[in-house]
């Protein structure tokens, strides 16, 4: 019998075996996260290291040895097959939303609601103005531009065979780097799957895992059915063949969540079985080194999948999608993903109006599952490309006619069958909007003082006269008494105990403890903040903007936040409310303002056309009764926190981006005292971060911070 030896084990099966060892024992914690994390790194940092400059040699040396006729073949078939290809995935990105059950949503705040999209730019993108910045930028587009008109300038060289021979050592000398740096594969898969074992938090899943599953399907369909079904049925290459040159560079591709890094061995693989297939063709194995790096700067493969991700964030955010939107998407999303499908993000969710707090749920998803997806994804595509071109540059396209007929009967079924499947798994399972518990059971994050709660000021407290300052006040009353004002979400209200908190109820627990008192909370209306504290029986009230009608009847302590104007809206009338323009030249709206967001002067001369009715309350807006107010206009925050308790509804933030409103608290006229103390207290704790913290927690919803 003979011994077994680990070196006849292929490398994808030590891979994968790798990996699983390592996400077991990374599920079980272990003290040495550090270590394994520093060898992750750097195991990816030299997979890295050999990517760019193999893409720029392999471009150079295959375009440089191509004649302009080979070129010219190669860049049609290219061109035809891509799209084809491409055709293909569209495909079933369109089909895969009917895995999307029909739920019930809403979002927290983010800082991403309001963020601009950066502009998109494919000129500065595609043309490099300095070469050397691209590559040490890995600026990859600029890089593959640069590399492919340094083959074209070589092509027409007549005495070009030293230099090539040159470049092709150099390339070579790459290769045989990558291929010692992927001995070392195994190790270094297994500290990445300890790592993500480690790392992950499986809250972070939540809705997402309707878009995870639903990305799962989709590149298992084409990565191991479709694409691989393409080439059985129309090339001399099997089945088995394609899976085979590509399994190592997708096992490797899906562990470090990075197509770029595995580009050498594809290239490899490709290029040995078209040798091997078509040994009589000229220049047929020079197409991977062309054809493969360019694959990494266009908007193919797993880049695709980020159309995916906006028609879920979509489908999340209530929009709906008719048919013109579907082709919007293709045609003008498409060249976004020219770069980087993060950059290009913000701009895809603006196609559908989407909120870009859904830019947050994109991260999360990418680094969770989607971005390894995406890569095993570029993979399978980069490898079937280049068999593809090669086979027509050969001539040797041939439709094997009953491997055609069960592929056509077989895959639209299957690829049918398995997302109603998925929807008809995630509607079996008992989900429950979870928005409204996740806003109304948070308590305090930091510590808190003795409170005492009134529903309404106590008899002739407007009559009150002040005799002391505010200060001293406090100290010998013991307790501080603050006026909160009804409706203030998410800054004042009573959580699933009954219990008030809130952002700036916190921030008032906090004050209190620096001023060793307790606190007395008061409910109030807006309307009366002015009286009690001019009477002197409230010290203090909750934040409200910083605009001239509220600067008219209070002093306002130093701003502790900001709020962006937004407007509240029906899911499905959110594009209607996009663009300030429009919306203020609509003579058939009428928009709702909450009375501390009503500026007089400023409505008066912007709502010439339309109508802007001032109300006492948020909470009316949502009332059917007020049902001919057709949107709402409030801070982005607020607005936030109300499509919570409101789901049917969504946050827009019209362009062009408004400047923040500052948000501060009202105090007496004539107590320069504490408002000096409040401007020196406010700085301190945006030094400490702790206003930070807060507004983290309570704004944004980070439940983490709680913990």
């Keep these: 019998m003979s011994k077994f030896k680990l070196n006849q084990v292929p490398l994808s099966a030590r891979i994968i075996v790798a990996m699983t060892i390592g996400l077991i024992i990374g599920s079980l914690g272990s003290p040495l996260f550090s270590t394994v994390n520093h060898l992750a790194n750097a195991f990816v940092m030299l997979l890295q290291m050999t990517a760019l400059p193999y893409i720029s040699l392999s471009l150079m040396v295959g375009i440089g040895s191509l004649s302009a006729s080979k070129a010219k073949s190669a860049l049609k078939s290219s061109v035809v097959l891509t799209l084809l290809l491409i055709s293909v995935?569209?495909?079933?990105?369109?089909?895969?939303?009917?895995?999307?059950?029909n739920w019930q949503t809403a979002e927290f705040y983010s800082a991403n609601t309001i963020k601009v999209s950066q502009e998109f730019n494919l000129i500065t993108l595609f043309i490099p103005s300095n070469p050397f910045n691209a590559f040490a930028n890995a600026i990859i587009p600029s890089v593959v531009l640069f590399s492919v008109f340094i083959g074209v300038g070589l092509m027409p060289i007549k005495n070009k065979r030293q230099t090539l021979s040159v470049l092709n050592n150099l390339q070579q000398s790459v290769s045989n780097i990558s291929n010692l740096v992927m001995r070392f594969a195994p190790i270094g898969v297994f500290c990445i799957g300890w790592r993500a074992a480690s790392t992950l938090d499986a809250s972070q899943l939540d809705g997402l895992m309707i878009y995870v599953a639903s990305a799962l399907v989709l590149v298992a369909l084409l990565s191991f059915v479709v694409f691989p079904a393409i080439l059985a049925t129309i090339t001399p290459f099997s089945y088995r063949e394609v899976?085979?040159?590509?399994?190592?560079?997708?096992?490797?591709?899906?562990?470090?969540?990075?197509?770029?890094?595995?580009?050498?061995?594809?290239?490899?693989?490709?290029?040995?079985?078209?040798?091997?297939?078509?040994?009589?063709?000229?220049?047929?194995?020079?197409?991977?080194?062309?054809?493969?790096?360019?694959?990494?700067?266009?908007?193919?493969?797993?880049?695709?999948?980020?159309?995916?991700?906006?028609?879920?964030?979509?489908?999340?955010?209530?929009?709906?999608?008719?048919?013109?939107?579907?082709?919007?998407?293709?045609?003008?999303?498409?060249?976004?993903?020219?770069?980087?499908?993060?950059?290009?993000?913000?701009?895809?969710?603006?196609?559908f109006n989407v909120s870009g707090a859904m830019f947050d749920f994109f991260i999360v998803a990418e680094n969770l599952a989607v971005g390894r997806l995406s890569a095993l994804l570029s993979v399978t595509f980069a490898s079937c490309l280049p068999l593809l071109v090669a086979t027509s540059m050969a001539k040797a396209f041939r439709i094997k006619k009953i491997t055609l007929i069960k592929n056509l009967a077989f895959i639209p079924v299957l690829s049918v069958v398995a997302f109603i499947s998925l929807k008809f798994a995630f509607s079996s399972i008992s989900y429950q909007y979870q928005g409204y518990s996740k806003f109304i059971e948070r308590d305090f994050l930091m510590e808190n003082v003795t409170s005492k709660y009134l529903d309404?000021?106590?008899?002739?407290?407007?009559?009150?006269?002040?005799?002391?300052g505010v200060l001293e006040r406090i100290k010998q009353r013991g307790f501080i008494r603050v006026g909160y004002f009804r409706d203030d979400l998410p800054y004042s209200f009573h959580n699933n105990d009954g219990k008030l908190v809130g952002f700036d109820i916190e921030i008032m627990n906090q004050l209190a403890i620096d001023l060793n008192v307790d606190i007395?909370?008061?409910?109030?209306?807006?309307?009366?903040?002015?009286?009690?504290?001019?009477?002197?029986?409230?010290?203090?009230?909750?934040?409200?903007?910083?605009?001239?009608d509220n600067m008219a009847q209070f002093t306002l302590t130093m701003p502790y936040s900001t709020q962006n104007i937004a407007i509240v809206v029906k899911d499905k009338r959110?594009?209607?409310?996009?663009?300030?323009?429009?919306?203020?030249?609509?003579?058939?709206?009428?928009?709702?303002?909450?009375?501390?967001?009503?500026?007089?002067?400023?409505?008066?001369?912007?709502?010439?056309?339309?109508?802007?009715?001032?109300?006492?309350?948020?909470?009316?807006?949502?009332?059917?009764?007020?049902?001919h107010i057709d949107a709402m206009i409030y801070g982005a925050a607020a607005s936030s926190a109300w499509t919570l308790l409101n789901p049917d509804y969504t946050v827009v933030v019209p362009k062009p981006e408004l400047a923040p409103l500052f948000m501060a608290f009202p105090i007496n006229k004539d107590d320069h005292a504490f408002e000096l103390f409040m401007r020196n207290w406010i700085s301190m704790k945006q030094?400490?971060?702790?206003?930070?913290?807060?507004?983290?927690?309570?704004?944004?919803?980070?439940?983490?911070?709680?913990?």
């Design 89 to 101: 995935m569209l495909c079933f990105i369109l089909i895969a939303p009917l895995s999307f059950p």
């Design 243 to 351: 899976l085979k040159a590509s399994r190592e560079a997708m096992i490797t591709a899906f562990a470090t969540g990075s197509f770029f890094v595995v580009i050498p061995i594809i290239v490899e693989k490709t290029k040995y079985l078209i040798a091997t297939q078509y040994p009589q063709t000229a220049n047929a194995d020079k197409i991977s080194d062309v054809i493969v790096p360019i694959s990494f700067s266009l908007p193919v493969g797993g880049k695709l999948l980020a159309l995916l991700f906006v028609l879920f964030a979509a489908w999340f955010s209530g929009a709906y999608i008719s048919f013109e939107d579907y082709l919007q998407l293709i045609v003008i999303g498409i060249p976004q993903l020219f770069g980087t499908s993060t950059l290009a993000m913000q701009n895809l969710l603006e196609l």
């Design 456 to 468: 309404k000021p106590d008899a002739f407290s407007t009559t009150v006269q002040p005799f002391t």
């Design 520 to 548: 007395e909370f008061v409910k109030i209306f807006h309307n009366q903040a002015k009286p009690l504290l001019e009477s002197g029986y409230l010290d203090i009230t909750s934040g409200v903007p910083v605009i001239p």
């Design 574 to 627: 959110r594009a209607e409310f996009t663009d300030w323009d429009t919306i203020l030249q609509r003579e058939d709206l009428t928009l709702g303002i909450p009375e501390t967001f009503f500026y007089k002067k400023a409505v008066a001369r912007n709502f010439t056309k339309g109508k802007a009715w001032e109300i006492s309350t948020p909470r009316l807006f949502f009332k059917s009764e007020f049902e």
């Design 687 to 707: 030094q400490s971060k702790t206003i930070d913290k807060l507004f983290n927690y309570w704004i944004e919803g980070n439940s983490s911070l709680a913990n």
